[in-house]
């Protein structure tokens, strides 16, 4: 069965640096998403990606994020200077119709 | 502001207890609710319920919406071990050209055996 997959599973990064997180979304969805979840609560929407544009963001989803569907199967959430709220459980989501979303196994962000 | 409430938070039972779990949501345009169990990671789909589909059910898992009252249900009858999860309901929520996910807080449900 086809599913979402996210790389790396675990990213260790220092206050300030970039990161890139990896996403594989299930090849015929068209609507992309990027969640997150700090440990311990709700799983929050970050932003969406439908058309290779932005549809939707999150007030969590400032200037130090962007993504980007550099090819026809990559989608990627960059953090341009991480700090130390950053760190949490990120999930790259897809969907064909944009009602069922499927969430990939996540990365954990862990900045130090 | 859209809105998922899900009650218990917590919830301890024994094997082949039968358990409910309740989501109460206040969305924009309601079109569909969704449940999801996660367990170590990450949100697993197990319904979405739409007004056309107001009841769906999956072997022990069963799930009914009430459109009226905004709220929907989740029941595991016989429950096992491995039902052990958090259970994740959430309502979509669309502005512009795609949906997004409104989550609750979750219902951890934890089955003793």
């Known amino acids: 069965e086809p599913e979402v997959t996210q790389t790396p599973s675990h990213q260790v990064t220092q206050m300030g640096q970039e990161v890139i997180l990896r996403c594989v979304p299930i090849?015929?969805?068209?609507?992309f998403y990027w969640y997150r979840q700090i440990l311990g609560q709700k799983v929050e929407f970050l932003v969406s990606f439908y058309n290779n544009e932005i549809s939707e963001k999150s007030e969590i989803f400032d200037d130090q994020f962007s993504v980007e569907r550099p090819d026809g199967s990559n989608f990627t959430l960059k953090i341009r200077s991480t700090k130390l709220e950053d760190s949490a459980m990120y999930f790259c989501?897809?969907?064909?119709?944009?009602?069922?979303?499927?969430f990939g196994p996540g990365t954990r962000l862990t900045v130090t | 502001e859209d809105k998922v409430v899900q009650s218990p938070l917590s919830l301890v039972v024994h094997e082949g207890d039968t358990v409910t779990l309740n989501c109460s949501y206040e969305v924009t345009n309601f079109r569909s609710l969704l449940w999801y169990k996660q367990e170590k990671k990450a949100p697993t789909f197990l319904f979405m319920l739409?007004?056309?589909?107001i009841e769906k059910k999956s072997g022990r898992l069963s799930s009914i919406l009430d459109k009226k009252e905004l709220s929907s249900i989740l029941n595991i009858t016989a429950t096992q071990t491995g039902d052990s999860a958090i259970y994740l309901c959430?309502?979509?929520?669309?502005?512009?050209?795609?949906?997004?996910?409104?989550f609750g807080k979750g219902t951890k449900l934890t089955v003793n055996p």
């Open positions: 739409t007004s056309s589909g």
């Open positions: 090849s015929n969805h068209l609507y």
């Open positions: 989501a897809s969907s064909r119709l944009s009602y069922e979303q499927y």
């Open positions: 959430a309502g979509p929520t669309k502005q512009g050209g795609s949906e997004k996910l409104v």
